[in-house]
């Protein structure tokens, strides 16, 4: 059975089990929409600071990927650590909320950005750089979009956030 963690003033947690609830499309797509929010700035926040320092492909993809992560997860994280967890507990549900949103995100976006002809070697200033960028993202929020509602459905991924808003 699945369950979800709902703080408590006696700082005791109550775990109640969500099922369905609240996995409507509209709510995958909100959930979704946060999550590539944190990984659209991150990985274009890598792809500027690689590009502009004439990095080669694979470290600043490895750039941007990293910061993608880091910036998906810090945006959750603090989500919950204004809602009153720990940051300890915060860690763990940023995980366990955003992990496979993110991977997904990034995969599409990457293949996309390493499928298109040129892409890879187009500075910042070229339509090309930021059309397959901005494609990849459009992509991988209709690619991300169905595994997150199938995620919240079973009380993983977002829904595990949802106790805390």
Do not use: Q
Not at 48 to 57: H, Q, R
Not at 101 to 110: F, Q, R, Y
């Amino acid at each position: 059975m699945d369950h979800d963690v709902h703080p408590h003033r006696s700082g005791e947690d109550h775990r109640h089990d969500h099922g369905a609830e609240g996995a409507t499309w509209g709510t995958a797509a909100k959930a979704t929409a946060h999550c590539l929010t944190g990984c659209a700035l991150g990985e274009i926040l890598g792809m500027v600071i690689g590009t502009a320092l004439l990095w080669s492909n694979v470290p600043t993809m490895a750039l941007a990927i990293a910061l993608a992560f880091l910036f998906g997860y810090s945006f959750t994280l603090f989500a919950v650590i204004r809602a009153g967890l720990g940051l300890k507990a915060a860690v763990r549900v940023a995980l366990a909320a955003d992990t496979v949103s993110i991977a997904i995100m990034e995969l599409v976006d990457n293949v996309i950005i390493a499928l298109t002809p040129g892409a890879m070697d187009a500075h910042l200033s070229d339509g090309l750089f930021w059309s397959a960028l901005l494609g990849g993202f459009a992509v991988a929020f209709f690619v991300t979009t169905p595994v997150n509602k199938w995620m919240i459905t079973r009380g993983r991924g977002h829904a595990v956030v949802h106790a805390y808003h």
